[in-house]
């Protein structure tokens, strides 16, 4: 991946139906930034996942002042992203896409200005897994 941008767009290829209404895209939103969650956590912890999050928001308020709504200061690491979700919920499908974009794409700059491309590529590897559908393959070996 060589930009934010690429980021994005492949988060939101992979975990939104096209064309998706804004709430579809506030539940792409929750679903992404959980397995982002799941794989910054064991190495920056909650709380430093927590604290990209608040900081990718505050950078973002300068193009989308209503996100102001996002910021709470008492959030919590479990849940960190329900302010998220209420407010892209209620935006135009459009200003959803873009507002999630534009947020993606800052955390992700973040987190490279902080560990580099290279690690922060292999930490978030996961979240373009596509899980299978399958079944689980079994050990036939015994």
């Not at 996002?70 to 919920?89: I, K």
Request: charged share 10%.
């Amino acid at each position: 991946m060589n930009t934010e941008e690429e980021f994005s767009k492949s988060i939101f290829t992979m975990r939104t139906n096209s064309p998706a209404n804004a709430l579809e895209i506030a539940d792409g939103a929750n679903a992404t930034w959980a397995a982002i969650n799941i794989a910054l956590s064991p190495v920056i912890g909650q709380h430093g996942v927590v604290a990209l999050f608040k900081r990718s928001v505050h950078l973002q308020q300068l193009n989308y002042p209503p996100l102001v709504a996002v910021r709470d200061p008492n959030m919590l690491p479990g849940n960190f992203t329900a302010e998220l979700h209420a407010f892209l919920g209620q935006q135009t499908n459009e200003n959803a896409v873009l507002i999630h974009s534009a947020l993606l794409n800052t955390f992700y700059q973040v987190l490279t200005n902080l560990i580099g491309v290279s690690l922060t590529d292999q930490l978030l590897h996961s979240l373009f897994s596509t899980p299978s559908s399958g079944d689980p393959a079994q050990d036939t070996s015994s």
